[in-house]
């Protein structure tokens, strides 16, 4: 069965619509009024990160926001218990390391996420072969899983890991962690082509999509766009508005372009 | 069967291990494991890297007994002297294994962490030797408590680059290489230093610290006439002590891991995946990876080999911890009594063979020296006020 995520992603990508998925730190101070400002700029989606003590995945921009939360006294049940006042009218995912889930066991984390009214979930750590026992607990609780697509992968890996995608299939932009570049990497638009390929879920392209530009750039191949850091930091210097200005101006290019 | 033969096919000890890395990290993993069982069924490949700990390390390194500090604890106490490898530690056993390994698949460049220095410096040796470039990811507390090794690995033409993240130890310097090779991958080969990471880390990396096992066995039953009753090393990350365990495993020898008591992973038994694999874990109640706490930036890790969590799972290993006080004194005791000075780490064996000592009464005891302390004395000056 088609998840909301993806039935909505499907259906927005129907009409034309480029997907934008901005990424907020759950946590950090005015996180959710920072929520509630991409939402209103826009946003097809919003990825909530649950911040990890060992982010493996994350650049400077994130790992210090992640950290920041923490020290506030941030923590998976702190965040997803506010997730329920969010009250927005978009599908709220959360990015989160493995060993989250792991601890506190895939059931009732799972169980968690379908009570905070959370429907999709990404584990940057939680490569195909190892993604079996979270999957089927997400599976049974109605918890989409996004996999990530890297641009290492042999050209049969990706129909396999497409297979296991629920809600879209998160392309990884570039080789590296996340954060800012000055340019969109070549590799971010011929993995998303590669999937396109093989694939009939929505393909959206993450890590290093910095700036309106390349978003559109990227979105000329990809049906959508995941931005983190440029979100996060904007939040750091500026507060939830600046998030929501940026956000807004993404929007703008992204419809300029596809209308 | 050995109790150590090959992990699983997904590369578990039990149900320990495994390969938790970012999808990015698949491939190269994979290439890994596989360039790994090619080079290690190859005889040339072993040739090559046994001539190079012969004529370049300097094994075998000996077996030395300790008459007088045994003769003071009523044990028969034996050193196996990894401290005297070129470089100062075991580490060079599997640095020149991994480097040989990563030239032959055609990679550039290494990258490394370091906890105390002597990973980082092996590492920064073998790239010097082979024509490599190396960058060494080192926590910043760790670079102000050893200096020395800093210096040592930019003298060996290595960059070292300080981690200021998370608790700026060695857990935080692992995040950080890995890191580096999600950027890097396709001409890098990621040094890992200890019997950890996504598959085929542990296994590889016990594979090429089966040489201090080996050896220590032979050597044993030549001076004891018999494999020793008790063997110890201390643990970190587990390569020395794995290694040295991996000659007995099979045997009647009782094998003791002992580590700091501010990073007791083993003690607290918690499952948890970090930095690749699922082992024991210092966490806290959300699994958020908790900083250790030692005297020894070595053994300042939260988490242990998988390979060590399942000999503890199955009761075929012992993993006591120690505390600094006790480690203090027993880096001065072997100085004082022996004349050889511990690395710190080696100190936390040595610190749990002095306590156990009443109970192992008469018994021939096999301890790892797995590092000197040349790299440690400054900082011991500093505790001792001298």
Redesign the interface.
């Known amino acids: 069965m088609t998840g909301m995520l993806e039935t909505e992603f499907r259906a927005k990508r129907a009409t034309g619509r480029k997907l934008l998925v901005p990424y907020v730190t759950g946590g950090l101070q005015g996180w959710q009024d920072a929520v509630r400002a991409v939402v209103a700029a826009g946003a097809d989606a919003v990825e909530i990160g649950i911040p990890f003590s060992d982010p493996v995945m994350d650049g400077p921009v994130i790992q210090l926001a992640s950290q920041r939360a923490l020290d506030q006294g941030a923590t998976p049940i702190s965040i997803l218990q506010e997730v329920r006042g969010l009250d927005v009218q978009v599908p709220l995912a959360v990015m989160l390391y493995y060993n989250t889930v792991h601890h506190a066991g895939h059931e009732r984390f799972a169980a968690s996420l379908r009570d905070a009214g959370v429907v999709a979930c990404i584990v940057p750590d939680l490569p195909l072969e190892e993604s079996g026992p979270w999957c089927e607990a997400a599976d049974a609780a109605g918890i989409e899983t996004v996999m990530l697509a890297a641009p290492t992968a042999p050209d049969d890996r990706l129909p396999r890991v497409c297979a296991r995608a629920r809600g879209f299939v998160y392309s990884v932009g570039l080789l590296g962690v996340t954060g800012e570049r000055t340019a969109l990497a070549d590799t971010a638009t011929a993995l998303a082509r590669r999937l396109k390929a093989v694939t009939d879920v929505p393909v959206l392209v993450g890590v290093g999509v910095s700036n309106a530009e390349q978003a559109v750039e990227a979105t000329r191949v990809a049906d959508g766009v995941v931005m983190g850091a440029s979100v996060v930091r904007r939040i750091l210097e500026g507060g939830p508005e600046a998030a929501g200005d940026y956000v807004a101006q993404v929007r703008a290019a992204l419809d300029a372009e596809s209308a | 069967m050995s109790l150590m033969a090959e992990p699983s096919a997904?590369g578990r000890f039990g149900e320990f291990g495994?390969?938790?890395?970012?999808?990015?990290?698949?491939?190269?993993c994979q290439e890994l494991e596989a360039a790994f069982a090619e080079a290690w069924a190859d005889p040339v490949f072993r040739a090559e890297l046994d001539h190079l700990l012969r004529t370049y390390a300097g094994r075998p390194s000996m077996l030395t007994e300790c008459k007088n500090l045994g003769g003071q604890l009523g044990i028969r106490l034996v050193l196996k002297r990894e401290d005297l490898n070129h470089t100062g530690s075991h580490k060079i056993n599997n640095v020149l294994g991994q480097a040989l390994l990563a030239k032959r698949m055609g990679k550039k460049r290494l990258v490394a962490e370091t906890g105390a220095g002597q990973h980082g410096v092996a590492s920064a040796t073998a790239a010097a030797l082979l024509g490599m470039e190396c960058k060494v990811y080192m926590g910043a507390v760790d670079v102000d408590r050893q200096a020395l090794n800093v210096f040592r690995m930019k003298l060996l033409g290595s960059e070292v680059e300080a981690v200021h993240?998370?608790s700026r130890t060695l857990?935080?310097a692992v995040?950080e290489a890995?890191?580096d090779w999600?950027?890097?991958?396709?001409t890098t080969h990621y040094c890992l230093g200890s019997v950890m990471g996504p598959h085929p880390y542990p296994f590889m990396v016990r594979q090429f610290h089966r040489v201090i096992g080996q050896e220590a066995r032979a050597q044993s039953i030549e001076m004891l006439g018999d494999v020793p009753d008790v063997v110890v090393a201390c643990v970190g990350g587990g390569s020395n002590a794995i290694g040295i365990f991996s000659g007995f495993i099979d045997d009647r020898s009782r094998l003791v891991g002992v580590e700091p008591a501010g990073g007791a992973a083993v003690s607290r038994a918690q499952?948890?995946?970090?930095?690749?694999m699922?082992s024991y874990?210092m966490?806290d109640e959300?699994?958020?990876?908790?900083e250790a706490h030692s005297i020894s930036a070595g053994l300042d890790y939260p988490g242990v080999g998988p390979e060590h969590s399942y000999l503890a799972s199955i009761h075929r290993a012992e993993y006591p911890n120690v505390t600094d006080a006790e480690v203090i004194e027993a880096f001065q005791l072997l100085a004082k009594t022996e004349g050889i000075i511990p690395a710190l780490e080696c100190a936390h064996a040595l610190a749990w063979i002095v306590r156990a000592a009443p109970e192992m009464q008469g018994q021939t005891v096999l301890m790892n020296l797995s590092g000197r302390g040349d790299k440690d004395v400054a900082q011991m000056m500093d505790v001792l006020g001298i």
């Open positions: 997904t495994g390969r938790f890395v970012p999808e990015t990290l698949v491939p190269a993240s998370g857990k935080d995040n890995m890191r999600v950027a890097t991958v396709e499952p948890g995946v970090v930095h690749g699922r874990l966490q959300y699994g958020q990876v908790q």
